[in-house]
């Protein structure tokens, strides 16, 4: 199954066919394809990514990011959103740096923020 595919499906039945999608095809559960999949996130995954995306923020800033953490299935996705991993085993939620993990996080943060 695709993420559009489970995104058509009724919001009641999402959460259970990502997790099967994501089990079968071994993907990597990433906010960008939990947008895709119109799949929300838990509290654990928004506080976990607060504290990843928001550390030492002013607090309209934490404030922005939050909205759209909670807004997820409905926001607009960037490729850049691959890199933010979920459910990590190890430590949860991480992000998957190419060569500036400061400029690249801020950048997420700035996306988030509706930039």
């Known amino acids: 199954m695709f993420p559009s595919e489970i ?6 039945k999402r959460g ?8 079968e095809d071994r993907r990597q559960d990433s906010l960008a394809l939990r947008i895709s999949a119109g799949v929300s996130l838990s509290e654990d995954e ?29 926001i607009r996705s960037f490729g850049i959103y691959d890199r933010v991993l979920l459910n990590d085993p190890h430590v949860g939620v991480s992000y998957c740096a ?8 801020a950048e997420v943060r700035r996306l988030l923020k509706g930039g």
Do not use: F, W
């Open 46 to 74: 928004i506080d976990a990514l607060m504290k990843l995306l928001t550390h030492r923020c002013q607090a309209h800033t934490k404030q922005e990011v939050e909205h759209s953490l909670r807004s997820t299935p409905y």
């Open 7 to 12: 995104r058509d499906l009724h919001v009641s």
């Open 16 to 23: 259970a066919a990502y997790k099967k999608m994501l089990a």
């Open 98 to 105: 190419g060569q500036d993990y400061p400029g690249e996080i």
